[in-house]
């Protein structure tokens, strides 16, 4: 299956940012993408580069709403899989949130960043609540496709709680900055989450140069063995290709070892 990252800036002008996207799935379809990921807050500014004002709110939108009407109707139409990320807005409550869109234009449903940060150009928990949707992986046409969205990553429970629950893909949309993750721990976190898990991770960053932040880029797929098999550049608007084969799964040493020998009944005493 061929699935596509789209890597692309944003500006302050979201319709302008949308179209942009709207553009680099339509590429994506017609490369032959099944799969197609956005990064973090893909079709807006970084908002959490300056602390939430009066009014943050306004700059949210729902799910289902404009953004996920839009990319239902091109997933029905060409029969793809989109995974979004949105400023999601429902009542007063805002969050950081990838809506998981099936082949069909079903939204299957909404995964929001369970960990929220706050420090310097990420001022996150002033726009952001905890996710209260837990770690949710969606049965798509192409597969069961898990997210964790930018911080989450870093938790490996949450990484490996998708695993239980079956996951065959992980995508990790992104706002990571140049020079944020020295000698490309980012990189070794997601190399080690697929091997230690059984499953495909596919950050999907964003990139060009904002506010406060210039973000990297560099997006990057593994497989289940750990390697990276496909990487896009440092600063460069790009969609990133990667065919991947979910046969690898089976024959990981995760879904053939390390996930048959776990012993959960021990490790909640070590919980605090």
Sequence with gaps: MKIALVQQHATEDKSANLQRGLAAAQAAIDAGAKLICFA???????????????GYRELAEPIPGPTTDLFCQLAARHQVVFVLNLFEREGQQTYDSSPVIDADG?????????????YECFHEQGYYLPGDRGAPVYDTRYGKVGVAICYDRHYPEYMRALAVAGAELVVVPQAGAVGEWPDGLYEAEMRVAAFQNGYFTALCNRVGPESKLTFAGESFVCDPSGTVIARAGQGSDEVLYCDIDTDQIAESPARKLFLRDRRPELYSQWHE
Excluded: D, N, S, V
């Design 106 to 118: 079903t939204l299957l449903g909404i995964t929001r960043m369970t960990h929220i940060t706050e």
């Design 40 to 54: 973090e807050l893909a079709f807006e500014p970084f908002y959490p580069q300056q602390p939430a004002g009066q």
